[in-house]
């Protein structure tokens, strides 16, 4: 069994078969998905319980990126609540800084094409153009909010004299 084990370390180390890492990753996060909404619902799936708190209501699918390539979820949704994988953040960090060079190409004026050829050229597989206006509005709602936010009283814009 060890020999075994070795043997299957040195070739997910090795990076060999990338579909036998992937088919791995994807297995475990279906089992921690099941026994996650198992415990939120109450009750394994199927089955009746007089302590189930929710119904399952089919599933979302979401790619996820890993290190061993891309894996499609298949993420329970509830009738009650909502569930995200504990092994999924809402916002990554590396999500949130890509998030971040979009919005600041499009406040620089960097066309829609240009920001798709820039995500590739970062090793992500690339964002539409529905995606980047998306985001970009998100980023006009939050300039709008600035601009339109009451005066505190301070500063040259308030009646001041400016000094002199």
């Known amino acids: 069994m060890t020999d075994d084990r070795m043997a ?3 070739l997910i180390e090795k990076g060999a078969d990338g579909d036998l ?5 994807a297995f475990a996060a279906e ?10 619902t109450g009750a394994p799936a199927g089955q009746r319980s007089p302590d ?4 399952r209501n089919g599933y979302r699918v ?10 499609e979820l298949a993420i329970p949704k509830l009738r009650k609540g909502s569930y995200l ?13 890509l998030t971040a060079l979009i919005q600041e190409a499009y406040v620089h004026g960097v066309s829609t094409r240009a920001v798709d050829d820039l995500v590739k ?8 153009k529905s995606q980047v206006s998306r985001l970009c509005a998100e980023t006009d709602e939050r ?21 002199t």
């Open 8 to 10: 299957l370390i040195e």
């Open 21 to 25: 890492v992937r088919d791995l990753l």
């Open 31 to 40: 089992r921690m998905m099941e026994l996650e909404v198992e415990a939120r």
């Open 52 to 55: 189930r708190l929710t119904q």
């Open 62 to 71: 979401r790619a996820w990126e890993t290190r061993a390539g891309r894996i």
């Open 85 to 97: 994988p504990s092994f999924l953040e809402p916002r990554r960090t590396a999500e949130k800084a």
């Open 121 to 128: 050229a970062m090793g992500g597989s690339g964002v539409s």
């Open 143 to 163: 300039v709008n909010a600035f601009l339109a936010r009451p005066s505190r009283g301070r500063g040259p814009t308030c009646g001041s004299t400016p000094p």
